[in-house]
């Protein structure tokens, strides 16, 4: 089946602090894959994703790399702020599966400290 | 709002009894999607409606889940019988593609305690 497996939080860190949140999936075919934010009493919103192997996603700063030989996406931002204090989420889906549905990891919680 | 609604946002319910969660998805997106996000878990798919066809419903837990969508809008998943370990978040979430992944829209969720 498919998973995805990220780090377990929380992650506390200063503002201006290097941010890594470490994703690895496991698929039955070839995924796409996401991260998707979810901030303090706001909905889960897409934060950025990519189709294929080496694509790179970017958004807000962060920024996470499709590498197919390690089946990893990990979320890098290089320079956090307070506001980016949010529970983040790996996700895959593959297209034409049925729904195409998307398959989450277990959220990693960040907290950044003024 | 242009937002996928949800509601109500809380519902407190005795074990045993029945409840019903209601997501008015964004206007002309054709899949809808429900989540279930249980403390310290992941967010666990339960159920997909996409257009008319019949929905996916390899994830909901028991037969005591199902849920319907009329009119391809709004979606009322509903639970008989809570459980305490039906204690969860439940997101509701729709897209205008087949390729739900690409972009889905969630609501903010209702947050369902079972005492």
């Known amino acids: 089946g498919n998973s995805v497996t990220q780090m377990e939080g929380p992650v506390t860190l200063s503002e201006e602090a290097f941010l890594t949140i470490n994703c690895t999936y496991t698929a039955t075919g070839y995924p796409s894959l996401f991260w998707y934010v979810q901030y303090p009493g706001e909905g889960l919103q897409l934060l950025l994703k990519a189709t294929k192997a080496d694509d790179k996603g970017s958004n807000k700063g962060f920024e996470a790399t499709y590498r197919k030989e390690t089946t990893s996406f990990h979320l890098e931002k290089g320079s956090v702020q307070v506001s980016d204090s949010a529970v983040y989420f790996c996700a895959l889906t593959l297209y034409g599966a049925a729904g195409n549905k998307l398959t989450f990891g277990g959220g990693t919680r960040v907290l950044v400290k003024p | 709002g242009a937002g996928v609604s949800q509601s109500p946002s809380n519902k407190v319910t005795e074990k045993g009894k029945d409840v019903e969660l209601r997501c008015d998805p964004i206007s002309g997106h054709t899949a809808l999607y429900w989540y279930r996000q249980s403390l310290g878990q992941g967010l666990e798919f339960l159920i997909y409606?996409?257009?008319?066809?019949?929905?996916?419903k390899s994830g909901l837990p028991s037969d005591r889940f199902s849920a319907e969508r009329t009119g391809g809008s709004v979606s009322t998943l509903t639970i008989q019988r809570t459980q305490q370990e039906d204690s969860a978040v439940y997101l509701c979430?729709?897209?205008?593609?087949?390729?739900?992944?690409?972009?889905?829209?969630f609501g903010s969720g209702t947050q369902l305690s079972v005492l």
């Open positions: 409606f996409q257009g008319n066809s019949a929905p996916d």
């Open positions: 979430a729709s897209s205008d593609k087949q390729g739900g992944g690409e972009k889905l829209f």
